[in-house]
């Protein structure tokens, strides 16, 4: 059997340079917020993992309809892949929300709209699992898993809207300030080093991870294909 | 009752073979065919109403519905109460038509297979307004709120179509897993919170006699999930029941 390609060696350990110059960026260069203090230093983390979790969700609606066009099974590895890494990413940019909203917001968890369509998204996420269980048939499998990822990805963002006709209090970082929002900073210019740093590396990891993720299938496929040949 | 809907599937089928495949036409067979088979055996509508009401009195001792705390909860009570028996409904609808094999003598209809789908979100509108107009004015009657109001019922049907358009979908693909009637209410319940919160903002707003343009966003927003998501499932049911 074909050994790890070399650019996928290469890569895994890019991620874990990215993610230790990340991390100094997050926890020592970049400046302690005047008002929160050091627990900001949470949020380069949680936008960065925020950000590919969002990616792996839209990869995974687009590839559903592109099984669903071609019908090829290849395709609806690449989505489960796509949903299995971003699932665990989501995850902890919910943690790391709940680490930094405990002393900003003084409660672990509010109602607010970004916060209710993160947990309603992993329940999506999470029933799409469970929907792939119940089903035997690997290519029905792939075409449920393609229609509820479709209904997943556009239900998502409706209830972010109809969420946010109740007030909001999450803090808008990026794009224009709300006063109302409790927890905002403007960032200074070694913040903005951090961020952007946060974000590429955490699209470097997603990379890694999402790739080995297909790879796995893929030689899941063929150990499958192999016993069948075996027992024939 | 199986039998009966056997034969009506088969009547589809007969229906629709010397016409062209009209599509009103067999969508409207198809619901008659559920309809026709319920009021024979009352078996689901009895449930689901029997089912609302034990919801109600539930949340009247979960919540101690004083006259206060009534005024602000009705809207979230009747929606959920509504989701609930909905479920009932839609694993139930499809259940039978999986369990003899009806399902197969639909598909294999000359007709176009959203045909199906819409003539099966006709039925399960049908059942759950059924429920609903019974629920309100029972609801009404117990805690002394007017629920009678055309903006209310407006809300109420547009919130209907949303849950069962989507619903009829999911259902369709859960009975053709191994977990069937339990994995319903756990696909669907994600997909149709937007529905339901804007259900419940909508008819808050009716009973506490908000300004119409306070009411304006969430009944934008039930009427445009409504079109997607019809148009959605129209677009992937052909994927749902292909074999």
Redesign the interface.
């Known amino acids: 059997m074909k050994s790890k390609p070399t650019t996928l060696a290469a890569l895994d350990i890019v991620s874990i340079i990215v993610l230790g110059i990340s991390t100094y960026l997050a926890l020592v260069f970049a400046p302690t917020e005047a008002v929160m203090g050091q627990v900001q230093r949470v949020f380069y983390f949680h936008i960065g993992t925020a950000w590919v979790g969002l990616l792996g969700f839209i990869l995974a609606a687009v590839t559903g309809v592109i099984y669903?066009v071609t019908k090829d099974l290849k395709w609806d590895r690449v989505e489960v892949a796509a949903v299995e890494v971003s699932l665990i990413f989501f995850f902890i940019t919910i943690v790391l929300g709940s680490v930094w909203a405990r002393p900003a917001w003084n409660t672990w968890w509010t109602w607010d709209p970004r916060l209710t369509t993160a947990a309603?998204t992993e329940?999506?996420y999470v029933?799409y699992f469970?929907?792939r269980q119940?089903?035997?048939d690997p290519e029905?499998r792939a075409?449920?898993g393609?229609?509820?990822t479709?209904?997943?990805g556009?239900?998502a963002p409706?209830?972010f809207?109809?969420?946010r006709?109740f007030r909001t209090i999450h803090p808008v970082v990026i794009g224009n300030q709300s006063a109302e929002a409790q927890g905002g900073f403007s960032m200074t210019a070694d913040m903005r080093v951090a961020f952007f740093f946060a974000l590429f590396a955490f699209t470097v990891i997603f990379i890694d991870l999402f790739w080995r993720r297909i790879r796995l299938a893929d030689l899941q496929e063929k150990v499958e294909q192999l016993r069948l040949k075996v027992t024939i | 009752m199986a039998v009966k809907t056997q034969k009506a599937a088969a009547a589809v089928q007969n229906a629709s073979v010397p016409a062209s495949p009209n599509f009103f036409k067999a969508m409207l067979a198809v619901a008659r065919k559920d309809l026709t088979a319920e009021l024979r055996s009352r078996e689901l509508l009895s449930a689901m109403l029997v089912f609302s009401m034990l919801v109600i009195l539930i949340f009247n001792f979960a919540l101690e519905l004083e006259p206060d705390i009534r005024r602000k909860v009705t809207a979230g009570v009747l929606w959920a109460t509504f989701a609930f028996a909905g479920t009932l409904g839609l694993n139930r609808s499809m259940a039978i038509e999986k369990d003899r094999g009806c399902m197969d003598g639909l598909l294999l209809a000359p007709v176009d297979r959203s045909a199906i789908y819409f003539g099966k979100v006709i039925s399960n509108l049908v059942f759950m307004l059924i429920v609903e107009i019974v629920v309100l004015p029972m609801y009404g009657v117990l805690y002394g709120v007017n629920l009678f109001q055309p903006g209310l019922l407006g809300v109420i049907l547009l919130g209907s179509i949303g849950y069962t358009a989507?619903g009829t979908?999911?259902s369709t693909?859960?009975v053709?897993?191994?977990?069937r009637d339990v994995?319903l209410p756990?696909?669907l319940f994600?997909?149709?919170?937007?529905v339901l919160?804007?259900a419940v903002?909508a008819s808050n707003g009716f009973l506490s006699g908000a300004e119409f343009s306070e009411i304006l966003?969430?009944l934008n927003?039930l009427i445009?999930?409504d079109v997607?998501?019809i148009a959605?499932a129209f677009m992937?049911f052909d994927?749902?029941v292909?074999e």
């Open positions: 669903l309603v329940l999506i029933a469970m929907l119940g089903i035997e029905r075409r449920f393609a229609v509820y479709l209904l997943g556009i239900s409706i209830t809207m109809v969420i006709m | 989507v979908l999911i693909m859960t053709q897993t191994r977990m994995l756990i696909l994600p997909i149709a919170i937007p919160l804007a903002k966003a969430p927003l445009v999930y997607i998501f959605i992937v994927f749902v292909e």
